[in-house]
Nanobody, 124 residues
């Protein structure tokens, strides 16, 4: 069973940038579509971005298009989320997970093997 580990979160001012990483400890991610989702306090988990196994298809939530970039390095077994022009409303715990559909789904219920998450806090 894959165990995903997120890292790279932190506290940043509005307009700043962070890069999150998602790595797998026991399974190669190279054959899986992987996505990022986030959950703010008191809100449901929402889809952020997804990428297919070879990067051939990428999907973004409207709220992050033009600001966030998802990418992957299969040689390093890692998926990244570069977040630029951060806003206070981006504050949340960010999770990565494997997309069972393999298509880069925008639906969080298509995902499995969630990591523990990494906190991103954007101050105004």
């Amino acid at each position: 069973q894959a165990q995903l580990v997120e890292s790279g979160g932190g506290l940043v001012q509005a307009g700043g940038s962070l890069r999150l990483s998602c790595a797998a400890s026991e399974r190669a991610l190279s054959t899986y579509a992987v996505g990022w989702s986030r959950q703010a306090p008191g809100k449901e988990r929402e889809f952020v971005a997804a990428i297919t196994w070879n990067g051939g298809h990428i999907n973004y939530a409207d709220s992050v298009k033009g600001r966030f970039t998802i990418s992957r390095d299969n040689a390093k077994n890692t998926v990244y989320l570069q977040m630029n022009s951060l806003k206070p409303e981006d504050t949340a715990v960010y999770y990565c997970a494997v997309d069972r559909s393999g298509l880069g789904s925008g639906r969080t219920y298509d995902y499995d093997y969630w990591g523990q998450g990494t906190q991103v806090t954007v101050s105004s």
